[in-house]
């Protein structure tokens, strides 16, 4: 919890719940479950892999976070491209998940540094 990165993902989670309230209601089992579940795993892996006991299982869990950012931006792309929502709409969202990416990126190489020591 004290890792500003995961706050950041805990702000992204919100303002993706936020986001898919309004889209259109057959998408509750689709676009709308495929985000939030894939925002809230951001959070998640970040604070599994500090919970881990070794370096190297938090790099794998940071990974996993990686990799859930890259699939939130590209469901948020998706929905703006149906017109779930604008591109203003997401902006916020598409910001902070930049950040967030730079983030992990740089705790990853911070980690793996001290796993090479």
Same mark, same amino acid.
């Given at each position: 919890?004290?890792?500003?990165?995961?706050?950041?993902?805990?702000?992204?989670?919100?303002?993706?719940?936020?986001?898919?309230?309004?889209?259109?209601?057959?998408?509750?089992?689709? $676009?709308?479950?495929?985000?939030?579940?894939? %925002?809230? &795993?951001?959070? /998640?892996? @970040?604070? !599994?892999?500090?919970?881990?006991?070794?370096?190297?299982?938090?790099?794998?869990?940071?990974?996993?976070?990686?990799?859930?950012?890259?699939?939130?931006?590209?469901?948020?792309?998706?929905?703006?491209? $149906?017109?779930?929502?604008?591109?203003?709409? %997401?902006? &916020?969202?598409? /910001?902070? @998940?930049? !950040?967030?990416?730079?983030?992990?990126?740089?705790?990853?190489?911070?980690?793996?540094?001290?796993?090479?020591?």
């Amino acid at each position: 919890k004290d890792l500003i990165v995961w706050q950041k993902g805990i702000v992204l989670v919100k303002q993706i719940y936020k986001l898919t309230s309004v889209f259109p209601a057959e998408e509750k089992f689709g $676009l709308i479950s495929q985000l939030r579940r894939a %925002a809230v &795993s951001i959070p /998640s892996n @970040i604070a !599994e892999g500090q919970a881990r006991r070794t370096t190297g299982d938090f790099i794998h869990f940071i990974s996993n976070a990686e990799g859930s950012v890259a699939e939130v931006e590209t469901q948020l792309l998706i929905a703006v491209e $149906l017109s779930f929502c604008t591109e203003a709409q %997401a902006a &916020s969202s598409i /910001s902070l @998940i930049v !950040e967030i990416r730079k983030m992990l990126n740089a705790l990853r190489r911070t980690l793996e540094g001290r796993a090479s020591k």
